[in-house]
Each structure stands twice: as C-alpha cells, then as structure tokens.
C-alpha cells in the first residue's frame, strides 16, 4: 500500500508541474504513452504532432493512473475519421502511417514502457506551419530531465539537428549512439521519420534493436 501511495505522489506531483509548464499553450499534445511517464525508459520523438484533437490532453489524465492512452487512442481514432477530407480522397486510413509505425514499435519494444513525444507540443498539419516562437522545446527538456530515458529514438532529419544543437552533441544516423546526455549515459538512434518507407519488418527490426538496448548495461 506505501509503494502504490508513493507512486501515486510521483504522478501527480508531475502532473502538477507539467501542468504549470502547459498553461501557456492552446491544447498542447506533451506526449502520449499508457500509465506512469516517469516508468517510461524509451522516447519515440518526432518534430511536432499532425492531428489537432478536440479533447484536451488532460482529459485523458489521472492523478492515480497517469496517461490512459486506450482513451485516448479511441478518441483520436474517432476525431481523424471526421476530418475532412483532402480533395481528390475518398477514404482516410483508420491511423495515420506515423501512427500505425509508432503502434507498431511500441507493441515490439513492450513490456519496456515506451513514451511518444515530439520536439514543439503545438499541432499542426505539417512543422512548416509552426512559426519561430512556437519551436521552442521547453516541455521536451522537461520531459528528458524528469524521466531520464535510456534510449531516444528521433525519427527526421529535422529532430537530429535540433538535438545535435540543443545539447553541443553529434549523432550519426542510422547508427546506435552512446552519448552522456545531462550526465547520464544514453543511446540515441536516429533514423527517417516514420511517416513514409517504413514496412512492417522494418519497425520490427527496429523495435527489437530499441529493445535490446533499453535492457542492456552501458
């Protein structure tokens, strides 16, 4: 009963504190993951989210629980099949092809929990749209001091060079990286972003690397 009372403190005091980091955004999506962010030993990250959901991101919240990503999942499902469509479209896909890769690595990386996150919290169509002041990455470094993940995947160009930048760092593409990152040893791989050329094999292989080194001893 200590143990769960305790974890409970622990997730709501980051909950309390992201919170107070968040209320200068119009709903932001931080991350997304299922339960405890803080147990969550890899991130997945990418530039900013595409999808806009009505539902705020605290609806999904839970002060015991953490981020109920089933609800969440549920409700983005159902806000990307009223959108509208494209011209030219007749039929949108149930997940996004980022979206079905990200569902795919988390599946094969579990039962290491797994955290999706992104550079900029505002969402928007494509990163182009974000103007200057909206690139920045307060939350994100939030996000990595608090939770000290072992293994960062980033997936685009655009993350790499952010991060290369942001923490006076080099990472080689393609490539596992043993970098010291805030005074902790932590693999980063960077590889193309999600959203196109990625098979299921390839998220596999993927996943299964990710894996093995979010267990491994550095």
Known sequence: MKI??????????????????????DKPRPFVCDGNPIECKVFIVGINAATKMKNDFWMFW????????????EAYIIERSLEKMKPGKTRRNKLSNT?????????????????ETNLFVKPTKTSKELNFEER???????????????????????????????YKIKIIK???????????KTIIISMN??????????TIDTGELIKLWAAAKL
């Open 4 to 25: 769960k009372t305790e974890s409970n403190n622990i997730i709501k005091n980051f909950g309390i504190n992201l919170k107070d980091l968040l209320k200068a955004y």
């Open 62 to 73: 839970s002060d015991n629980y953490g981020f109920k990503k089933k609800e969440w999942l």
């Open 99 to 115: 979206r079905r890769v990200i569902e795919c690595l988390v599946k094969t990386i579990s039962p290491i929990k797994t955290i």
């Open 136 to 166: 920045e990455s307060l939350i994100f470094e939030y996000l990595v001091q608090t939770i000290k993940p072992k293994v960062i995947f980033i997936h685009g160009n655009e993350v790499k060079e952010y991060l290369e930048k942001l």
């Open 174 to 184: 393609d490539n596992v990286n043993i970098i010291e990152l805030l005074g902790i």
């Open 193 to 202: 972003h999600l959203s196109r050329g990625w098979s299921k094999q390839k």
